[in-house]
C-alpha cells in the first residue's frame, strides 16, 4: 500500500509541477492537452486474459521481457504475480490473478507479437573460441548484459536479480570452457532467463562478450 500511495503521489507531484512551468510560462490556453507515451515494440499474443496482462504487466516492463522467462507452472506465475503486488506494489486485482497467471502460463510456447517491423541481424554460423577483444566485448556487455549480469557481472543488475533463477554470476564460472560459455551465450539457457543473442550479435561480437566475460573474475570491486 505505501509503495502504491508513494508512486501515486510521485506521478500528481509530477503532473503539478509540469502544470506549474507552462502557468508561469503563459502557454496555458484554452485548447485540449495530452500526453502521449512511447509505444512498446511488442505486444502480448491474443487469448483470455491478454487485456489484463496488458493493463498491469506492462506497468513496468516490456511485453518481451514475459516471453524471456522459463516455463513455469500456473502456480508459480500466481506467485510471481502475488509477488509484483505485494513487494512492487502491481494494483493488479485479486480477483485477476488466477485468470493472469493461467494466461502467462499459456504463454510458455509462444513469442511477443512485433506490432512494427525490427531489423534483426542474421546470425553467423561460426563460432570459434579464442578470437575476441575484450574492450570491444565490453561495449556490447553494457549495451546487451549489463541489465540483468551487472556492472561486475556478479548477477546483480536491476533485472537479474528478480529473475527466477537470478542471473549467473560470471565472476565465478569454475571450469566451464570457452566452447561451453560460447553455446550459452549463442543458444541461450534453457530453464532461465538467459536468452539466445545468436539472432543479435554475430559471431565475432560473441567472441568478444566471451572475452570480457573472462577478464570479469580479475576486476571485482574492492569491499
Known amino acids: 500500500m505505501l509503495v502504491k500511495l508513494t508512486s501515486f503521489f510521485l506521478i500528481i507531484g509530477i503532473l503539478l509541477g509540469s502544470l506549474e512551468t507552462e502557468i508561469l510560462a503563459g ?43 522459463p516455463p513455469h507452472s500456473q502456480e508459480r506465475w500466481t506467485e510471481i504475480i502475488k509477488k509484483m503486488k505485494d513487494t512492487f506494489g502491481c494494483p493488479i486485482p485479486d480477483d485477476s490473478i488466477t485468470h493472469l ?52 557481472g556478479q548477477g546483480d543488475g536491476p533485472i537479474g536479480k528478480m529473475l527466477v533463477p537470478p542471473a549467473a554470476n560470471l565472476t565465478v564460472l569454475g571450469e566451464k570452457s ?25 559471431a565475432q561480437d560473441i567472441n568478444h562478450v566471451l572475452a570480457y566475460v573472462r577478464s570479469l573474475g580479475t576486476k571485482l570491486p574492492k569491499k
Open 101 to 152: 497467471a493461467e494466461y502467462l502460463m499459456n504463454q510458455k510456447d509462444l513469442q511477443s507479437a512485433t506490432l512494427y517491423p525490427i531489423n534483426v541481424p542474421k546470425p553467423s554460423s561460426s563460432l570459434g573460441a579464442g578470437t575476441g577483444n575484450a574492450i570491444k566485448g565490453q561495449s556490447i556487455y553494457a549495451t546487451h548484459c549489463i541489465n540483468c549480469h551487472g556492472v561486475h
Open 27 to 69: 502557454e496555458i490556453g484554452n485548447s485540449n492537452r495530452s500526453i502521449t507515451f512511447p509505444t512498446d515494440p511488442f505486444s502480448f499474443q491474443p487469448g483470455p486474459g491478454q487485456e489484463i496482462a496488458n493493463s498491469y504487466c506492462i506497468i513496468c516492463h516490456s511485453a518481451d521481457y514475459i516471453y524471456m522467462q
Open 178 to 202: 570457452d566452447q561451453e560459455l560460447l553455446t550459452t551465450i549463442q543458444d541461450g539457457r534453457p530453464g532461465t532467463a538467459m536468452p539466445s543473442w545468436k539472432g543479435d550479435l554475430s
